[in-house]
């Protein structure tokens, strides 16, 4: 049917065009006004040869005569999408066509997407693992143009490959490579780490570009929109830029009359251009704005590095944090000089700073590099977690006496006035801020939400801002001499404290093994527990060994060596995919669906209340405010009683979809939790929840 739509495209295009072409040309150049082949398509394979159950990369080449031109997946406002109709061999299978960034092609009023001179459509064809070494795979193609210039011809050729079957990896096909190094060339769009969202109004659609997508450019930002359905934009309109403090906004005509279409989401190609001309191609999936982003009351910056320092000082009370404070504070019952007791103080907060400002550092890179993160986004990664496990059973192990390290872990307390101690002390706050870094305390959702869109400077500085909140209280307690003497005296309790202090850490080794299970499946969990035997049986051979003679003491060391290298050796091991975590069942919690951007818009178009909790399993806060809160029996009976339905994004391992919906709240990591109305207004809850709160804000909705 479209092969015929488009013929009689042409044969209507070309009556309309007949008088001008005859007025303009005398009849022995009619010929050379319709070139007989204005394009050509060849398709040529990445390798000679494809093996049982691999890939290869095939490329469809097309050369373009000067002066005309074919189209891209959407033609714009006339024209005929170029298509590619495969026919393969039993068992094979094709993936999507990847399509290079099109050029605007205006003539009038007519504004079109396509192509000018050549373009590469590359895509994957692999092969089934059961086909037979030696034999001869016949791959084939039908491929349907248009070509337009004053008239427009269709076009069709079909195309065919034999490829040998052949064991092992196939060597690249020389001749073929000018073919697939041009079309690495063209700008081809990578999926966009952020989110994009848009309002609409009968005459235009507003595109507005968050200002991470620019790389830390701040002025002279510009972009442009292709967009995967038509009747959405007039193609050919020239959008407005208009340029905001934290992005830019695209004003773009939309099509008018009865084919005029709106979908929920605006899906389509961006390109960016940052101060130096520089461009990047991104596909994007447009949401509505949600009516509560424009409500969030703007913060200044002011109040963000209050917010941040307020934020760090309650990470002190988390479980994993508060054993390390709690030594350091009892450290100044051994300090013989006050000036001890603030170079101490002043090392351990330097080395909260240093690592504040690493973090910091690293999430910029990310940023700017694309990357859709957030605070807590190296416990995302299942390495990360077991690493940070065998460390904190190490901590622990030394609090309980099997060995003791001298700096930064078990001789905390007991080297306190050592002069030495100062780089245990600096180890103390590295460490300290390390296990504090996957915890979002009240006070810190706006400030870091603020931070991650900031300029780098102003993100930086609030990132700081926590770590001196976490660095506080020590600091204090060094400043203030009142604070050193109501502290108990030095003596056997500080043995039975220091042992005890050793449970919460063993806590927090259990709850990350629990989160690595929902990150690594079971195989991964195998790996992680075994690393943690090895370390276990290092720090053990280390502190037997410790105070023996030369050559035991030369033995145990190797031994926790090899030991600690193995628990090193299978944290690398882990896998990196699991299975998605399953969701609270009617009868045990609140009844779940799973959050997705899509079926949040039609839940909202049909006139439902929705509640959105957006959570992570290495996210303490998430968890308890699950337990005591959202599963207790008065909430679930409100929901009911409402009709709410619950949608639960899990964003322990890496989701650039939900990442992109928290940044539209000004968020950069979990908890967020919303109650939209049946009007569609979200009403934001806190990150400590009450079941008071939850009820009250079920009522005004």
Not at 656 to 678: E, W
């Amino acid at each position: 049917m479209r092969r015929i739509t488009a013929t009689l495209f042409c044969l209507a295009l070309a009556v309309v065009s007949a008088p001008a072409i005859a007025r303009a040309s005398p009849p022995s150049s009619t010929a050379a006004a319709a070139p007989v082949a204005p394009v050509r398509v060849r398709l040529v394979a990445a390798t000679a040869a494809i093996s049982p159950g691999g890939k290869i990369g095939l490329d469809f080449h097309f050369d373009i005569a000067p002066g005309w031109h074919i189209y891209w997946r959407n033609p714009g406002d006339s024209g005929l999408a170029t298509e590619i109709d495969w026919k393969l061999p039993p068992g094979f299978h094709a993936s999507a066509l990847l399509w290079p960034v099109p050029r605007r092609f205006v003539v009038g009023a007519i504004g079109n997407y396509g192509y000018s001179g050549a373009v590469d459509l590359v895509a994957d064809v692999e092969a089934p693992h059961d086909i037979r070494p030696g034999a001869v795979a016949h791959v084939a193609a039908a491929a349907h143009w248009l070509a337009c210039s004053t008239i427009c011809i269709p076009g069709a050729a079909a195309l065919a490959l034999g490829l040998p079957v052949q064991r092992g990896r196939p060597a690249p096909d020389r001749s073929s490579r000018a073919y697939f190094a041009a079309a690495r060339a063209a700008l081809a769009p990578q999926p966009a780490g952020f989110g994009v969202h848009f309002t609409a109004s009968p005459d235009d659609l507003r595109l507005f570009v968050p200002g991470a997508a620019f790389a830390g450019a701040a002025q002279h930002r510009s972009a442009t929109f292709f967009p995967f359905d038509q009747n959405v934009i007039d193609a050919a309109a020239t959008p407005r830029i208009e340029q905001l403090d934290d992005g830019l906004e695209m004003v773009l005509r939309r099509v008018t009359g009865p084919t005029a279409r709106l979908p929920a989401i605006v899906a389509g190609v961006l390109v960016i251009r940052d101060n130096g001309g520089a461009e990047r191609a991104f596909t994007i999936r447009a949401t509505p704005a949600p009516a509560a982003a424009a409500a969030l009351p703007p913060i200044g910056w002011w109040q963000a590095l209050g917010l941040a320092f307020l934020g760090g000082a309650l990470l002190n009370l988390m479980p994993c944090v508060l054993p390390v404070l709690a030594l350091k504070l009892v450290g100044f019952t051994l300090s013989v000089h006050r000036s001890e007791e603030r170079r101490h103080a002043l090392a351990y907060a330097a080395g909260i700073i240093v690592s504040f400002a690493l973090l910091g550092t690293v999430l910029l890179l990310l940023r700017a590099g694309g990357a859709a993160i957030g605070w807590g986004f190296q416990l995302q990664s299942p390495i990360v977690v077991a690493l940070l496990a065998d460390l904190l059973l190490v901590l622990a192990l030394s609090l309980s006496g099997v060995a003791e390290f001298g700096i930064g872990f078990g001789g905390i307390g007991s080297r306190f006035a050592d002069r030495a101690g100062l780089a245990g002390a600096f180890a103390t706050g590295v460490l300290a801020a390390v296990v504090a870094t996957p915890c979002t305390a009240p006070f810190m959702g706006a400030a870091l939400g603020f931070a991650l869109l900031a300029p780098a400077p102003l993100a930086i500085a609030t990132i700081l801002a926590v770590g001196g909140g976490l660095a506080a209280p020590v600091l204090a307690a060094a400043a203030v001499p009142g604070i050193a003497r109501v502290l108990p005296r030095p003596g056997p309790w500080m043995l039975w404290f220091k042992q005890l202090l050793a449970f919460p850490l063993y806590a927090t080794v259990a709850w990350l093994i629990w989160v690595l299970m929902q990150e690594a499946a079971p195989a991964g969990s195998f790996l992680a527990l075994a690393g943690l035997v090895a370390v276990g049986f290092a720090v053990w051979i280390y502190g037997r060994t410790r105070a023996a003679g030369p050559p035991a003491r030369r033995l145990g060391g190797g031994l926790a060596a090899a030991a600690a290298a193995t628990a090193l050796l299978l944290a690398a091991m882990l896998p990196t995919a699991g299975t998605t975590p399953a969701l609270a069942a009617a009868g045990g919690g609140l009844a779940y669906q799973r959050f997705a951007p899509g079926r949040l818009d039609a839940l909202l178009a049909a006139h439902k209340p929705v509640f959105v909790n957006l959570t992570a399993a290495w996210c303490i806060t998430c968890l308890v405010n699950e337990r005591t809160t959202l599963d207790s029996a008065a909430v679930r009976h409100a929901f009911a009683a409402h009709g709410i339905v619950a949608l639960k994004g899990d964003w322990t391992r890496q989701d650039p979809a939900i990442t992109a919906f928290l940044q539209q709240f000004g968020r950069s990591g979990v908890p967020l939790y919303l109650l939209y109305g049946a009007n569609g207004k979200a009403t934001v809850l806190p990150q400590i929840l009450t079941e008071g709160d939850v009820l009250a804000a079920v009522n005004r909705s």
